[in-house]
């Protein structure tokens, strides 16, 4: 039930792009984002309702392909900032539990 | 800012001890989470509530259980603690809208011996 995260982790130097995917097997309602810090709470980045749109925060964006089940989070000119455990959560209906992905590990070296 | 709380923040104990972490919101959600994480790794959802007097068990099977008397208040027991207890506990709440987003306390990180 849980989503499928790829990569595992990624390195980064300041600037450069990345690209963090998560699959679903089952339909989606939703796939939340969110960024966790070493040590510290996920915080939340952003959320895609099916129907396929794509939205952005700051250098960060991300794309919900509703029939591949599969959402994207693009990270756009890094920053040092950037760096932490990325995760999707889905919600397969309206409600309101997520399952979360293993996460990708993004360090961003200057 | 999200205000949601979470006591203790750390917590070594003996096994078979029983206790409790506490979680708080300030935002009025009605909705609240409890969600397991071993270091690294993804985040399992264990208890969740829709609201006061509303308790379901998640994902992951657990051994804790909790309660719902408060719309702010979502504590979380273990009976008798074992060493395979031995996690970091978050806990989330989030508004009853079409799209909520779940907003984390700082998390609980007990250690069993």
């Not at chain 2, 070594?12 to 959600?29: A, N, P, Y």
């Not at chain 2, 657990?62 to 504590?75: A, G, K, N, Q």
């Not at chain 2, 008798?80 to 998390?107: E, K």
Request: glycine share 8%.
């Amino acid at each position: 039930q849980q989503p499928v995260q790829s990569p595992q982790a990624v390195i980064l130097r300041e600037g450069e792009d990345a690209v963090i995917n998560c699959s679903s097997s089952k339909a989606l309602y939703s796939v939340h984002w969110y960024r966790q810090k070493h040590g510290e709470a996920p915080v939340f980045l952003m959320i895609l309702l099916k129907g396929g749109e794509q939205k952005g925060h700051e250098k960060i964006s991300a794309s919900f392909n509703e029939k591949k089940q599969q959402s994207s989070l693009y990270l756009t000119a890094s920053q040092l900032s950037y760096s932490g455990t990325y995760f999707c959560g889905t919600e397969r209906s309206n409600d309101y539990k997520l399952s979360f992905g293993a996460g990708t590990t993004v360090t961003v070296r200057a | 800012e999200a205000d949601i709380y979470q006591t203790p923040r750390y917590l070594v104990i003996g096994t078979g001890k029983k206790i409790t972490l506490e979680c708080s919101q300030t935002m009025g959600h009605d909705k609240m989470y409890w969600y397991q994480q071993d270091p690294g790794m993804e985040l399992h959802l264990i208890h969740y509530s829709y609201g006061v007097n509303s308790t379901e068990k998640g994902d992951l099977s657990s051994e804790s259980t909790v309660s719902r008397i408060r719309t702010e208040h979502f504590p979380l027991t273990l009976e008798s603690a074992r060493p395979s207890h031995t996690s970091q506990y978050l806990c989330a709440s989030s508004h009853f809208q079409d799209t909520d987003t779940q907003y984390f306390g700082p998390g609980t990180r007990l250690t069993v011996l």
